[in-house]
Structures are given as C-alpha cells and as structure tokens.
T-cell receptor
Framework: TAGITQAPTSQILAAGRSMTLRCTQD?????MYWYRQDLGLGLRLIHY???????GKGEVPDGYSVSRANTDDFPLTLASAVPSQTSVYFC???????????FGSGTRLTVV | GQQLNQSPQSMFIQEGEDVSMNCTSS?????WLWYKQDPGEGPVLLIA?????ELTSNGRLTAQFGTTRKDSFLNISASIPSDVGIYFC???????????FGQGTRLTINP
C-alpha cells in the first residue's frame, strides 16, 4: 500500500543522546514535512522540504535537523536530546503545494 | 505568522448526537481542510474545501468554507462510536507553501 513509513514506532532515549527518526514515502511527492504533536498544542511544524535537495525551518526547528538527499527519504535528527523533545513525531508529504497531506503513523519519543 | 483557533478543544457527547466544531483564522485562507486522527495513528484527510462559501459532504460529515474566508465549520450528524478521535482543521493562504493546523478537537462519545 502506497504511503509513508516511519521508524521506529516508539523509542525511549536518554537525554544527551542523538537519534534519527526515519521517514520514507513511495508516492513521489515533492514536499515533505516533520511535525510534533503535543497535548493542547496540536501539530507544530519542525522542518519541511519542498523538493529534494532543499529544506526549510518550520515553527519549532531548534534542536532538530533534517536532510533531503532524494525524493523518498526525509530523516529527522536530534543531535542531543532533551526531555522537552518528548513528543509524538509525524512525517507527512504532499504532491501539491499546501494541499492534502498524507501522514505517517508517527514515532512516539520519550526522552528521559 | 498565520494562526488557527479551533473550538471546542474537547467534546463529550452521547451516541447519536450531532457534532459541530469550527476554526477561525487571523488572515484569509484559500484552502481549508479537515483531518481526523484515530488513536495511535496519523491524521487522515476527511474533506478539502477550495472556494469561499463551499459546502462539501462526506457521508455523515459536512464542512463549509466560510464566506469571509477566515473560518470553516465541520458538522458530524448522528455520531457513532467510530467517530471518536481528534479532528484537526488546516488551512493555507494565498501563495502559502505549507498548511497551518488548528489545535484539534478531541471527540469522546458515550454509548
């Protein structure tokens, strides 16, 4: 089934450690996004990529980095995790600018 | 930046009741979308609206693009247990490259 695959599904990470959340799509969508979801705050954009080779900062980019080496993959890296990065992370993609995002199933990250 | 205010934040209703929620923006949007998130899953697109005043249905769901282009409404008729979840509005303004999401409405249904 076409869509977005995120890995891992969940992770417990010690503060100060680094981690990369993986996201792969098979729909050949140009744009990809990383959101974090926190109770009462909805979905907040961390980073985005309009096309392979380009990335941009979203609403809450600090502490995160991304790369877009090809169309299909958009990994999110936490260089040195802090407890405030405990959240559920969603990757999404879209074929049209601003419309009809497809979301992955999320990665639940707990930083202790 | 653009912001969306979604209300209510949560709803507790009886099965069979109708549900209404809305979203307002501080600026004009050209596109409004409504998503539903089931527990443990990512949001899934329910309805997309592209024109001011547009009224679109998807089964028991009806959404409207407000005539001021600064708001949108979602109604669910005759709620059933599988309607439980979090509903998000999202919008994009003219020339915007990314969607802006509301804070979500958590719907709980008592059987």
């Amino acid at each position: 089934t076409a869509g977005i695959t995120q890995a891992p599904t969940s992770q417990i990470l010690a503060a100060g450690r680094s981690m990369t959340l993986r996201c792969t799509q098979d729909m050949r969508h140009n744009a990809m996004y990383w959101y974090r979801q926190d109770l009462g705050l909805g979905l907040r954009l961390i980073h985005y990529s309009n096309t392979a080779g380009t990335t941009g900062k979203g609403e809450v980019p600090d502490g995160y980095s991304v790369s877009r080496a090809n169309t299909d993959d958009f990994p999110l890296t936490l260089a040195s995790a802090v407890p405030s990065q405990t959240s559920v992370y969603f990757c999404a993609s879209s074929g049209d600018r601003g419309y009809g995002y497809t979301f992955g199933s999320g990665t639940r990250l707990t930083v202790v | 930046g653009q912001q969306l205010n979604q209300s209510p934040q949560s709803m507790f209703i009886q099965e069979g009741e109708d549900v209404s929620m809305n979203c307002t923006s501080s600026s004009i949007f050209n596109t409004w979308l409504w998503y539903k998130q089931d527990p443990g899953e990512g949001p899934v697109l329910l309805i997309a609206l592209y024109k001011a005043g547009e009224l679109t249905s998807n089964g028991r769901l009806t959404a409207q693009f407000g005539t001021t282009r600064k708001d949108s409404f979602l109604n669910i008729s005759a709620s059933i247990p599988s309607d439980v979840g979090i509903y998000f509005c999202a919008g994009a303004g003219q020339g915007a490259q990314k969607l802006v999401f509301g804070q979500g409405t958590r719907l709980t249904i008592n059987p």
